[in-house]
């Protein structure tokens, strides 16, 4: 029976372990190379932001920002004072009614918090509530104002990895804590070259890295204007007010808060009344019409192959135009492996000048996951050369031998207890190891080195330079 211990990884989390981390550094190290021949440069934003930002980009109706946010506790003492009519009254956190000294310690807190806020009210106010980063182009946009971006030569193009958080239902390639691999393009024109290169970057990243069975999703959802996206969200709502009666709990739900999101659900009894509903294409305005065209030829030109898909509407509130997905094979049901749009309204609504912005993230678990049904995992890493050696004056070579070889590049494995040459030799098969050297007295005393060739069992005798020369010929 395999050993629990007490302690195991959160529902939603998991531990990336080798070898599989080669393959995470692979994917990552092609991100890094091919998003810099496109003129992008890596952000790192934190991973906690206030979580009124995340409320005003994705928007307070949507799953990820109603449902699905971590809250991370702040500092802030647990004791809140409230005020209503000059009445002070004072909450105490169920967790402290029980622990007589803690509350101790936060009511000598909260007095001097009454002194401050007697002397400035403002100061203690706001009780301030940070989330774990559901996704990354909040923060994006927050740093492209907060850092005066706007002054850099437009666009400015900025690509970011690491863990992101949603409390979702975990199942295969649905994770609480996952990853993003992901890009954003901000200020400068909407033209639809700018759309269409960074899904043609998309693209070459994901034949870069050998991803098979890709399929790119395209759609243009409109702009938020009465002739436009509002006119034709009112008409979707007006027929789906017709059927109201057939559609499930979440659809009926969203009726009134996102009629759109009715085109994303994947109910089984609800596709075929979801294909007589009035399509947005029909009811673009012509500059959204005229650009989504522009944006599939530009496509067509770069030879990206895609598929129109007039449902595809996305999750997030901030999008507007042009709208992708890229799915690939081997996930399952959770099969989008990217997502994107562009979203030329999002850095104004956080309080900056009017920008355009473009973007996609990839789901980087389910790229993995995706590359490992094909194959594409790279076998656990063994080793170049082991080293067993026996006695004192052997150990100090050994040392030196295998500083010397891994300043060379090469994968060393030095044991640190002597050990018979017979169970040595075990060790480095098992480890995976390509060559044997070894070291004894003999070989000390002769500078002659014996190297061992472990799938033949051939051995050759070789000086510390021959020995160097030797490998890195190999
Ligand atoms: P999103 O569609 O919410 O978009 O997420 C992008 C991708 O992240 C998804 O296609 C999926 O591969 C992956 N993903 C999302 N949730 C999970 C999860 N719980 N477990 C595993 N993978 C997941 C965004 O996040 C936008 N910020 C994309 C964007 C950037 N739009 C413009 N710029």
């Not at 080669?22 to 990552?28: D, H, I, K, Q, T």
């Not at 900025?158 to 958080?165: A, I």
Request: a neutral charge; proline letters at 4%; charged letters at 30%.
């Amino acid at each position: 029976m395999a050993n629990k211990s007490k302690f195991q990884a959160i529902r939603g989390t998991r531990d990336l372990l080798p070898p599989e981390t080669a393959l995470w550094n692979r994917v990552e190290q092609t991100a890094h190379e091919v998003f810099s021949t496109f003129g992008f440069g890596e952000i790192r934003p934190p991973i906690i932001e206030d979580a009124g930002l995340f409320a005003r980009a994705i928007g307070d109706e949507t799953d990820v920002v109603a449902k699905e946010m971590f809250n991370v506790q702040s500092s802030e003492p647990d004791i809140v004072i409230k005020t209503e009519d000059g009445i002070i009254a004072i909450e105490i956190k169920e967790s402290l009614r029980t622990d007589s000294r803690q509350l101790e310690s936060q009511l000598e807190h909260y007095r001097s918090l009454l002194e401050r806020w007697r002397s400035d009210p403002s100061s203690i106010a706001k009780k301030e509530t940070w989330m774990l980063r559901p996704e990354a182009t909040a923060s994006v946009c927050r740093a492209y104002i907060e850092h005066n971006m706007q002054q850099l030569p437009q666009p400015v193009k900025l690509y970011y990895m690491g863990p992101m958080f949603r409390r979702e239902r975990p199942q295969k390639g649905r994770y609480r804590q996952f990853y993003q691999i992901g890009a954003e393009i901000l200020g400068g024109p909407d033209a639809p070259a700018i759309d269409a290169e960074l899904i043609e970057m998309l693209m070459s990243f994901f034949d870069k890295c050998g991803l098979q069975g890709t399929e790119l999703s395209i759609n243009s959802i409109g702009h938020a204007a009465d002739n436009c996206r509002r006119g034709y969200v009112a008409k979707l709502r007006e027929e789906l007010i017709k059927v109201k009666d057939k559609l499930g709990a979440d659809s009926q739900r969203r009726i009134e808060t996102n009629p759109l999101r009715v085109l994303d659900s994947k109910l089984e009894h609800e596709q075929a009344i979801i294909a007589t509903l009035p399509r947005i294409a029909d009811h673009l305005c012509d500059e959204c019409k005229a650009h989504y065209a522009a944006v599939k030829h530009e496509l067509e030109q770069r030879g990206v192959i895609y598929r129109e898909n007039w449902r595809l509407v996305r999750g997030l509130d901030y999008y507007m135009r042009t709208t992708f997905e890229i799915t690939a094979q081997g996930l399952g049901s959770q099969n989008a492996v990217c997502g994107g749009g562009r979203y030329d309204g999002l850095v104004e609504l956080l309080g900056g000048p009017p920008t355009k912005g473009i973007g996609f993230a990839i789901g980087e678990d389910r790229l993995i996951l995706s590359l490992q049904e094909s194959g594409k995992a790279p076998a656990a890493q063994g080793r170049d050369v082991y080293i067993a050696w026996m006695g004192e004056k052997a150990y100090a070579t050994a040392i030196r031998a295998a500083k010397t070889l891994r300043k060379a590049g090469f994968r060393v494995e030095l044991p640190p207890t002597e050990l018979k040459f017979g169970k040595a030799l075990e060790r480095a098969s098992k480890l995976g190891s390509r060559f044997a050297l070894i070291l004894g007295d003999n070989e000390v005393q002769s500078g002659e080195w014996t190297l061992k060739t472990l799938a033949d069992g051939s051995q050759q005798k070789l000086t510390e330079q021959a020995l160097l020369d030797y490998l890195k010929s190999l």
